[in-house]
């Protein structure tokens, strides 16, 4: 393993905790869930057609959710 590729001792010994921990536990800490405004204010949304939900999502949406238009 040459220097540029060598592993920093703080990562590895986090990871090597991590790895320790019960499966269970790794993904209860795995998923960050994160409010999303508009997308999670509804059950579920339907649409008639992906230009329908485009535009919906244009509309309506921030554009830091990044589902804008490019």
Avoid: H
Avoid at 14 to 27: C, D, V
Avoid at 39 to 47: E, H, P, Q, T, V
């Amino acid at each position: 393993m040459s220097a540029e590729s060598e592993i920093q001792p703080d990562w590895l010994a986090e990871f090597e905790a991590a790895a320790r921990r019960p499966l269970a536990q790794r993904f209860r800490y795995a998923f960050v869930r994160t409010y999303k405004p508009v997308l999670d204010d509804a059950r579920f949304r339907s649409f008639e057609s992906m230009e329908e939900y485009r535009r919906w999502c244009q509309d309506n949406l921030p554009d830091w959710l990044g589902y804008g238009r490019v």
